[in-house]
């Protein structure tokens, strides 16, 4: 999609992608900061015969206008412009692009995305000290700055709304799993029915960066929700076996459960409470109970995460934002309480009209 964004600029302008400049790539750049996402027409629109000028225009309601932040769970939605990510996703994979097709010889001798100043002589972290930790140095010059959000997990109240406007054993089955062992949502759909381990409470999983089998621990009441999603499958007739998927569609004909699917699943739960959680919140808010867990080491968590560096997993030892929005709340409510709270009286044998004259307006 990157590619196809840069190339569609460049016939815009009458340019080949091997003559490329500079100039151009800073004028794409640019034009990404300022311009509007394309909007894709609906599919039923496009049956229909219309086009997008001719298409009639959706209703503008408080969750479908674009950018403004939810009522209940304060999360943005995607604005109409290009994000900072989208962004610096772009540049990193055009920027690979032409460097592959100058070791090949088949491109511009010149990148049109080029390096930073200060990387162009040296790779990234060139001089880094094993004790001390990697900094974060500026890779491309078109690249933008993206800021910084911590993880958002779901409260504890909002989850319990959520897991009670399921209509599913399966769909229960899943947020008790991705919750209580902060699998990735990916992971647990590769789960196969030889993996799930009731006795010793143990799910095994493929992870999404180096491919490795694992078994995560989990809850009791996941297992619960799973057997009573199993029996109900196989007397639906649900292909079953050691080999076989371990989560299924709920109508025929029966396949795999894949990603979009729970997706679409956890979004339609989300329009009943009109929220916007994604499945990747699951995911922080198990790790946040892990994390503030006194009891639980941080070393356990970072294998239980998969983390390859013990920073990456320091990132859920701080309070998350609705935690100190509710400690703001209770500090300006002691407040409150104590400016009303009428003085104490003096102690017995103590005139108040004295005390008054001596210490003033204080007392």
Avoid at 65 to 91: D, L, M, V, W
Wanted: aromatic share 10%; charged share 25%; proline share 8%.
């Amino acid at each position: 999609m990157d590619l196809l964004r840069w190339w569609r600029f460049l016939w815009a302008l009458d340019i080949e992608w091997n003559r490329a400049t500079r100039a151009d790539a800073r004028d794409f750049t640019r034009w990404m900061q300022i311009a509007n996402k394309p909007q894709r027409l609906h599919w039923r629109h496009r049956n229909a015969g219309y086009s997008e000028k001719t298409a009639p225009k959706p209703r503008m309601t408080r969750k479908k206008i674009p950018g403004t932040p939810n009522a209940i769970t304060g999360k943005a939605s995607p604005g109409p412009q290009y994000a900072a990510r989208t962004r610096a996703h772009c540049e990193t994979v055009l920027r690979t692009f032409y460097d592959f097709h100058l070791d090949e010889g088949t491109g511009p001798i010149i990148n049109p995305f080029p390096l930073d100043r200060s990387r162009r002589s040296s790779r990234a972290n060139a001089h880094h000290k094993p004790d001390q930790p990697f900094k974060s140095e500026r890779a491309g010059r078109y690249r933008p700055v993206i800021p910084k959000r911590a993880p958002r997990r779901i409260p504890d109240e909002m989850f319990n709304a959520l897991f009670a406007a399921l209509r599913h054993n399966r769909d229960r089955a899943l947020l008790a799993f991705w919750v209580s062992n902060a699998a990735r949502a990916e992971e647990l759909l590769t789960s196969r029915q030889r993996d799930a381990l009731p006795g010793q409470q143990l799910v095994g999983v493929i992870r999404k960066g180096t491919r490795a089998y694992q078994q995560l621990p989990c809850s009791t009441d996941a297992f619960v929700w799973l057997r009573l999603y199993q029996e109900e499958a196989r007397r639906d007739g649900v292909p079953h076996g050691k080999n076989l998927p371990l989560w299924w569609t709920l109508r025929l004909p029966w396949r795999p459960l894949n990603y979009d699917a729970a997706r679409a699943m956890f979004n339609r739960t989300n329009d009943l409470l009109g929220a916007n959680w994604t499945l990747h919140d699951l995911r922080h808010t198990a790790s946040y109970r892990l994390a503030r867990d006194p009891n639980m080491p941080l070393t356990d968590v970072q294998w239980v995460l998969g983390h390859a560096h013990l920073t990456t997993t320091q990132l859920y030892l701080p309070a998350s934002q609705d935690e100190v929005i509710e400690r703001v709340r209770a500090h300006h409510a002691r407040r409150a309480e104590q400016r009303d709270r009428p003085p104490a009286p003096p102690a017995p044998g103590y005139n108040s009209d004295s005390m008054k004259t001596l210490f003033g307006n204080s007392w």
